[in-house]
């Protein structure tokens, strides 16, 4: 255990050496692989960013298109009441006419 302790600071003084003497080429190294760790970064907020305007844009779009949607259904609601039978015979009489079903025929 004593050797242990003994080499302990030597592997210390070692590699606080080591760090100090980088070479150029292994700061340029590192500093590029941080460099590319920020702008990934910077990259994926923007683009979340991004994406959750598009998903409330759509959201947005999709609250619409169902409001149309039910005003569709409401117009055609109102179609088919408006031709009913019974709604059409109330609007004739109303106008004075009467509806004949005598004057169907077969056209030549």
């Known amino acids: 255990m004593a050797r242990d302790e003994e080499f302990k600071p030597t592997i210390e003084a070692i590699v ?3 760090i100090k003497t980088f070479s150029r080429m292994e700061k340029a190294f590192y500093s590029s692989i941080v460099l590319t760790a920020l702008v990934m970064a910077t990259g994926i907020i923007y683009m ?3 994406l959750l305007q598009v998903q409330s844009q759509m959201t947005k779009l ?7 949607e039910l005003d569709l259904e409401n ?6 009441e408006l031709t009913r039978y019974n709604r059409l015979m109330d ?3 109303e106008a004075g006419l009467t509806f004949q079903t005598d004057n169907k025929g077969l056209p030549e």
């Open 62 to 68: 999709q609250a619409e298109i169902d409001v149309e």
């Open 75 to 80: 117009a055609k609601q109102e179609i088919n």
């Open 16 to 18: 606080k050496q080591r």
């Open 91 to 93: 609007i004739a009489e």
């Open 48 to 50: 979340q960013s991004n």
